[in-house]
């Protein structure tokens, strides 16, 4: 099997431990976070290298059973280093040295007595992180077929598992985006990766459209569900603040959405058969990534334009905390919907239609 | 049966038919809606009798095939009109006399030549509306079981049907609302009703925070789902613009959410068990109703402490043209979730857990 790296580092995202001092703020349903102010080497590397730099902190309640699970959490949005006609090679080492420093960044922010004690990976290793990497792979073993896939790396630089993109087994037919012409529906389920530092899925752009697809992550256990994704303005800018809250607040767990940032111009020219004049470019990819909290809370989000880090300590207490005020998990009965899609799923499935029996009466 | 109304018209919607030229805006995704001036006789009853009123124009594309489908809808929210302790008769009588001018403007918002013709129930006849209308049933025919049910007036004034509360499948068991104490889970399914304007459902209050039953009313068929709810400030208003946004992208149909506006007294303080001191009142019921469209547009909301009437011109049409832009449907995959939820609710469900091998190694 061989993983290839382009597409992937644009949407990256990091998650990784520390110990933080709680906050007794309480729940903050929509109230502004409270921010942290980053370390001065990490201020230092986003002036260097001209990369948005924002920091944020999720609290939750005290528990009597449990000790609070702060975790911090990294997201990184970056645009191309290169231009899309430069060698595929290039391209990657190029990317690589773009999120050197934003990965150096998000390392600075661990404390200074953090464990980093082995050095399996590069970064992982070194920062004592958990890493989650889309890529798209390379299936030698079955006929060479390309997969949209995420891999998870763990703290100590191991590979925990992958996983072929479940929200791609939503793959996007919209505008220039024929994705189903360049990889595979996922055959991998809606795995949920145990982490040194919490529970955590992937749900890869368009997989967000699925509100089913949210919900599966949930009912394997999700914690934090990282949606990587590269999507342009004018198709989706106005739904990317609703969907990702919704799921967090459906779901209670927390979302980081991670967008690529940037405008890419092609060579030669395109059309995709919906009518439009062709164009160089998919459009402006508006970065704008963020997290939200299953309490209805989130982050502001990262620059339109510019490469950026977003970091965020949540405890990861609030997901269970949600669970136990709304009720949600025992108010859902699944059954239901599972006998519906039973139904919905034959091909002389009717729809639970009642017509008004004066509808075409005439008025007199 | 015997149907009672208490409950009811803090809930009412309205919807009505208008032929209205159509706009060439083209779809309006997250822009400014284009407002509409209500006629004099509205504007003067809203001022005579202090509601708050407010109108708004969805658009959609030209079709080839297709007139476009433009309906008004209109939804009323409002406080209760005299003190819980009032004998339950006046309370409703109350609450009907309060109704009837907010009604009225809803009427007056049909043109002069609109087409009343038949006098079958007061308000439906009078001004040919469909009318959404929740209330508390009483079902002497079940042992007097009492259902948190819908009953849908056709324009004609004739019931075209009754809806217990699908989304009262799901009862809320949170914070104040012990609602499981007062009613039953709803027997009806997920029905959508075919009415003179257009495919309507009705999701209930709480029924809104599932993802599931959002989906259920789409697979029937429903173009617009009324979201008649009863919630409290501190409980509920972070989710609130959220849910019935992301209902209407998700599923391509218009959401019209109405929430009841007001803080009620109550003689007795009560508790709930959720570890809150006494209190006499539920919270502030916080009004802000509003339209969300399956562009992901949506129109301001009502005032969060008067009574209103939102009145919103929308062209149906514009729920398969996102349909076939977003191609939701044809990559929902629905037979994933339906095998899941039959995993899922055996005793024995494991979750699709992939844990880190390392997870306990020690850092040295």
């Given at each position: 099997m061989v993983v290839e790296c382009w597409k992937i580092l644009c949407k990256l995202s990091i998650m990784t431990g520390l110990e933080v001092s709680r906050l007794l703020l309480g729940l903050n349903c929509g109230r502004p976070l409270e921010t942290i102010i980053p370390p001065e080497s990490a201020k230092a590397l986003s002036s260097k290298h001209d990369f948005d730099?924002?920091?944020?902190?999720?609290?939750?309640?005290?528990?009597?059973?449990?000790?609070?699970r702060v975790v911090r959490v990294g997201l990184i949005q970056n645009s191309i280093a290169i231009p899309t006609t430069a060698p595929f090679s290039d391209q990657k080492k190029a990317i690589f040295e773009k999120l050197r420093p934003i990965i150096d960044a998000a390392g600075a922010s661990e404390p200074v007595d953090g464990e980093s004690t082995e050095f399996l990976q590069e970064f992982a290793r070194k920062y004592n992180?958990?890493?989650?990497?889309?890529?798209?792979?390379?299936?030698?073993?079955?006929?060479?077929?390309?997969w949209n896939t995420a891999v998870i790396i763990g703290n100590h630089g191991n590979i925990i598992g992958k996983h072929r993109k479940v929200?791609?087994?939503?793959?996007?037919?919209?505008?220039?985006?024929n994705e189903s012409t360049y990889y595979m529906e996922g055959n991998t389920g809606h795995p949920v990766f145990e982490t040194a530092y919490g529970k955590i899925a992937v749900n890869i752009c368009y997989g967000r459209h699925h509100p089913l697809n949210w919900l599966a992550f949930g009912l394997n256990g999700a914690e934090i569900v990282f949606n990587p994704s590269a999507t342009v303005g004018e198709l989706s800018e106005p739904m990317w603040p609703i969907e990702a809250r919704n799921a967090a607040i459906a779901n209670s767990y927390?979302?980081?959405?991670?967008?690529?940032?940037?405008?890419?111009?092609?060579?030669?020219?395109?059309?995709?058969?919906?009518?439009?004049p062709q164009h160089p470019d998919f459009g402006h990819f508006y970065g704008s990534s963020h997290f939200s909290a299953p309490d209805a809370s989130c982050t502001p989000s990262l620059s339109r334009y510019k490469d950026g880090l977003l970091i965020s300590d949540m405890d990861l207490n609030l997901c269970r905390q949600l669970k136990d005020k709304w009720g949600f998990r025992m108010t859902a009965r699944y059954e239901l919907y599972a006998d519906m899609f039973a139904r919905y799923l034959k091909p002389d499935f009717e729809p639970q239609l009642i017509s008004d029996p004066l509808l075409h009466k005439k008025s007199s």
């Open positions: 730099l924002q920091a944020f902190r999720f609290s939750a309640d005290n528990e009597f059973l449990r000790e609070p992180m958990v890493i989650v990497n889309p890529i798209l792979e390379r299936d030698i073993n079955h006929g060479e077929t390309i929200n791609e087994n939503h793959i996007p037919r919209v505008g220039d985006f927390f979302v980081g959405s991670i967008n690529r940032v940037g405008t890419e111009i092609f060579p030669n020219p395109f059309t995709s058969g919906d009518g439009k």
